[in-house]
């Protein structure tokens, strides 16, 4: 069963590997934002009192770009369900709870090295996190926020019959949980009735956990963070391994 | 338990149905060790469905089925070790090298390594493709493709080869290379093959029994001669229309339909 876990994360990560179009394609959107919003917002920010906004921002974007990357391959499986890979999969003797999670380890390991890639990028533009044994941990929540949202996008996309409801997810879904994040404005000072429907965004942990880690400023509390993260993980584990048992092709 | 009966595959009184539309309508059917099988019927007739339910991807709403004496509902892995499958669409991983590809599979059937690689190089070999080996699948032809997918559905050695539609989309001379090569097999290893397709004088040429289902019901069973003789035709393919009728068969375009539809134009664009 580990072989065949192995060898299903290693196909995920090859693909991964071999897209580098797909790769530099992805890095626009979060490079976009970090400088765009970083740099343009920073002046005004700092003026309002809130320190620096670069700072801030980087743990909001790479939670971003790894949300963003995790739902894409847990979506993928529609595509692969009808054209690839995954009916081949699921005529081999194997359980399905183990395809499940061999994707899900490879998708979320995908989207971790992508958010590394975009947290290098922001060192290289400025962003100076406080170094220490807080980047291990930081790595950890990482990798809990891809986990977590691979797991949904497998979720969502086993409802699905085919990509003409990807629009819907990417408006519906993916852009709300990142926008009423807090990756872009502290919850501190928000509005209560914002910082209610944060409450309720699985990735505002993730954002506030990597702020916790890497800057030192937190909202929730790096150890709220962290049990949160692990139990939604959990829950969105469990239920995508439901669903998926009950594809049929 | 071993295979006690002389059938490899036997069903009986199969019936699938799908909310109100029955898709297989009481059809029961067998097929012989190492023979070369084939189901006609036209689009929508229950082909795939059928096959579907044989290879443990849907469950049958009634009746009984036994791959290789076992049941694939009860025992799934059993039946999954029994058969190789090359599907109507290509479910290759296009992102990865053929070597790759089929390294995927072994694992995937708990082939011993050293086993695994040995059957790997050779069935490259038969299959013509050992000089592209290491060349991402992206990069072949439709024909190429196939001939992966068939070597593919072979290592872990199954007792029967289903191939959905293998010649759809290739020109005559892949289609007549490929069907030489699955008289081969089915020849030398003695291996079960159960095949659909829509072009007659394929099946008339390499099938020894033929199935003939519409409406999800089994209308005609027997060899290519004794299906002319039924009908009186002169061609499988009049033979075919006799037993079917003349009428277009509307089928709904469904979700793999557009999916189809979206391939197309993602491989157009990725080229």
Redo the contacts between chains.
């Keep these: 069963m580990v ?2 876990i192995y ?2 994360w290693l ?1 995920q990560l ?2 991964y590997l ?2 580098r179009s797909r790769i530099v394609g992805s890095l626009g959107q979060p490079l976009l934002f970090l400088l765009a919003l970083g740099f343009g917002f920073g002046p005004t920010f700092e003026k309002a009192g809130g320190g620096d906004y670069f700072q801030f921002l980087v743990p909001g974007v790479v939670a971003m770009s790894i949300l963003f990357t995790a739902m894409f391959s847990g979506i993928e499986i529609i ?1 692969d369900r ?4 995954l ?8 359980s399905r709870l183990t395809i499940m999670v061999g994707r899900t380890l490879g998708g979320a390991t995908v989207a971790t090295l992508q958010g590394c890639i975009v947290f290098v990028l922001a060192m290289i533009f400025g962003f100076r996190p406080e170094f220490g044994i807080n980047l291990p941990l930081a790595l950890a929540f990482m990798f809990l926020i891809a986990l977590l949202f691979t797991a949904l996008g497998t979720a969502v996309a086993c409802q699905l ?4 409801g990807f629009q819907l997810i990417m408006n519906f879904l993916i852009m709300p949980l990142f926008f009423l994040s807090g990756a872009l404005f502290p919850l501190d000072v928000a509005p209560a009735v914002l910082v209610m429907i944060a409450r309720c965004d699985p990735l505002s942990y993730g954002v506030d956990g990597l702020r916790g880690t890497l800057i030192g400023v937190s909202h929730f509390g790096i150890a709220l963070d962290g049990g949160i993260l692990v139990v939604v993980t959990a829950i969105f584990l469990w239920i995508g391994s439901v669903l998926f048992k009950r594809i ?2 | 338990m071993m295979p006690t009966t002389e059938n490899i595959i036997d069903v009986q009184h199969l019936v699938k149905k799908f909310g109100e539309l029955t898709a297989v309508n009481d059809a029961s059917f067998t097929v012989q060790h190492g023979e070369i099988f084939a189901f006609l019927g036209p689009n929508g007739a229950g082909k795939t469905t059928t096959i579907k339910m044989l290879t443990t991807l849907l469950h049958p709403t009634s009746g009984t089925i036994r791959v290789n004496g076992f049941d694939p509902l009860k025992q799934q892995d059993e039946v999954r070790n029994s058969f190789g499958i090359v599907f109507q669409d290509p479910s290759l991983d296009d992102e990865l090298t053929a070597w790759e590809n089929l390294e995927l599979h072994g694992v995937l059937y708990a082939v011993p390594t050293k086993l695994r690689r040995e059957r790997m190089s050779q069935l490259l070999e038969v299959v013509g493709l050992s000089d592209r080996k290491d060349d991402i699948t992206r990069t072949f032809s439709g024909g190429m493709r196939r001939r992966l997918e068939i070597a593919r559905g072979l290592l872990h050695h199954p007792k029967i080869l289903f191939l959905d539609e293998p010649t759809i989309g290739l020109d005559p001379q892949t289609r007549n290379h490929l069907w030489n090569h699955v008289v081969e097999l089915n020849q030398k290893e003695g291996i079960t093959v159960f095949l659909t397709t829509h072009y007659m004088e394929e099946a008339d040429k390499v099938a020894g029994r033929i199935a003939v289902i519409d409406h999800g019901k089994i209308v005609a069973q027997g060899s290519s001669a004794e299906l002319k003789a039924q009908t009186s035709t002169q061609s499988l393919e009049d033979a075919f229309l006799a037993l079917t009728g003349n009428s277009i068969r509307e089928e709904e375009s469904g979700a793999i339909d557009n999916m189809r539809q979206m391939a197309r134009v993602w491989r157009g664009k990725r080229r």
């Design positions: 072989s065949i060898i299903l196909r090859k693909r071999r897209s595509w009808q054209f690839g890979f009916k081949e999969t699921l005529v081999a003797p194997v019959e085919d990509m003409q049929e092709v």
